[in-house]
């Protein structure tokens, strides 16, 4: 077994990601333009990749993803992570739970949905937001303590990626945005409806628009959610998304003493 630092999305590390595209589009996006913001190890063996653990540093997020359990920890122990937020299979939690000190776990669905395999509603009305939006997107996401992003993040995602949102008046009503990109995939996320306007639809619009980006540019399209969000899942289900796997979502620190 051999533990390599990376930079790039090489040939045979993305041979292991295309096996099963879905969990990895985080990684593919991250070392084709996130580059300088991003850390990855790999492991090795026989001369095949086995998997891998990457940071996206503005965020400290993680991802981990390999073939056996004993590659984790080998990685885990390498790259020894302080602290932050990670992605991982839920067979891996106990192992994790080892090297690190979990403060929050979280039970994810990662659902997707192919080109030609979505069934998307009417759109018309959703933008593309600018940058002269990035405030009314920061005071939709106020409403919803869980995001808990700074309206300089706000700014630079809707600098650096394609966000959706639908106006009802001057005001913002419902959100969805990008966070990954590629010819590969594109990952959905910050699906968020203001109180005052849910059970509308407009939900299903804006992840409607998302989506049509994502599969008019590449051929999958996916997205996490809170495994007891029904109504989310229920909603993507109707628009085509399908269940991929069950993740874990964690934030952590490292191990005291």
Request: no cysteine; proline share 3%; net charge positive.
């Given at each position: 077994?051999?533990?390599?630092?990376?930079?790039?999305?090489?040939?045979?590390?993305?041979?292991?990601?295309?096996?099963?595209?879905?969990?990895?589009?985080?990684?593919?996006?991250?070392?084709?333009?996130?580059?300088?913001?991003?850390?990855?190890?790999v492991?090795?063996?026989?001369?095949?990749?086995?998997?891998?653990?990457l940071?996206?540093k503005p965020?400290?997020?993680?991802?981990?993803?390999?073939?056996?359990?004993?590659h984790?920890?080998?990685?885990l122990?390498?790259?020894?992570?302080?602290k932050g937020?990670?992605?991982m299979?839920?067979?891996?939690?106990?192992?994790?739970?080892?090297?690190?000190?979990?403060?929050?776990?979280?039970?994810?669905?990662?659902?997707?949905?192919r080109?030609?395999?979505?069934?998307?509603?009417?759109?018309?009305?959703?933008?593309?937001?600018?940058?002269?939006?990035?405030?009314?997107l920061?005071?939709?996401?106020r409403?919803?303590?869980?995001?808990?992003k700074?309206?300089?993040?706000?700014?630079?995602?809707?600098?650096r990626?394609?966000?959706f949102?639908?106006?009802?008046?001057?005001r913002?009503?419902?959100a969805s945005?990008?966070?990954?990109?590629?010819?590969?995939g594109?990952?959905i996320?910050?699906?968020f409806?203001?109180?005052?306007?849910?059970?509308?639809?407009?939900?299903s619009?804006?992840?409607s628009a998302?989506?049509?980006?994502?599969?008019?540019?590449?051929?999958?399209?996916?997205?996490?959610?809170?495994?007891?969000?029904?109504?989310?899942?229920?909603?993507?289900?109707?628009?085509?998304?399908?269940v991929?796997?069950?993740?874990?979502?964690?934030?952590f620190?490292?191990?005291?003493?």
């Amino acid at each position: 077994m051999e533990i390599v630092k990376g930079t790039e999305l090489d040939e045979k590390l993305l041979d292991y990601i295309k096996r099963d595209l879905a969990p990895h589009l985080f990684t593919i996006h991250d070392l084709l333009h996130e580059r300088e913001n991003t850390r990855i190890w790999v492991v090795e063996e026989g001369g095949e990749v086995r998997g891998y653990l990457l940071n996206w540093k503005p965020l400290d997020s993680w991802i981990i993803e390999v073939h056996d359990i004993e590659h984790a920890e080998a990685l885990l122990r390498h790259a020894a992570p302080e602290k932050g937020s990670m992605i991982m299979d839920p067979r891996l939690l106990r192992v994790v739970g080892k090297n690190l000190e979990l403060v929050e776990t979280h039970n994810w669905i990662l659902m997707k949905v192919r080109r030609g395999e979505e069934r998307l509603v009417d759109f018309s009305g959703v933008i593309k937001l600018s940058q002269s939006h990035a405030n009314k997107l920061y005071d939709l996401y106020r409403l919803w303590p869980a995001r808990g992003k700074s309206r300089a993040y706000i700014e630079n995602w809707v600098r650096r990626l394609p966000v959706f949102g639908l106006f009802k008046g001057d005001r913002l009503v419902s959100a969805s945005g990008i966070l990954a990109r590629s010819s590969y995939g594109g990952v959905i996320g910050g699906v968020f409806t203001h109180p005052k306007y849910r059970r509308r639809g407009y939900a299903s619009k804006a992840v409607s628009a998302a989506t049509s980006y994502i599969l008019r540019e590449s051929g999958l399209s996916a997205l996490y959610l809170s495994s007891d969000n029904s109504a989310a899942f229920g909603l993507y289900r109707k628009l085509g998304y399908e269940v991929h796997s069950r993740r874990m979502f964690v934030k952590f620190q490292r191990m005291k003493g």
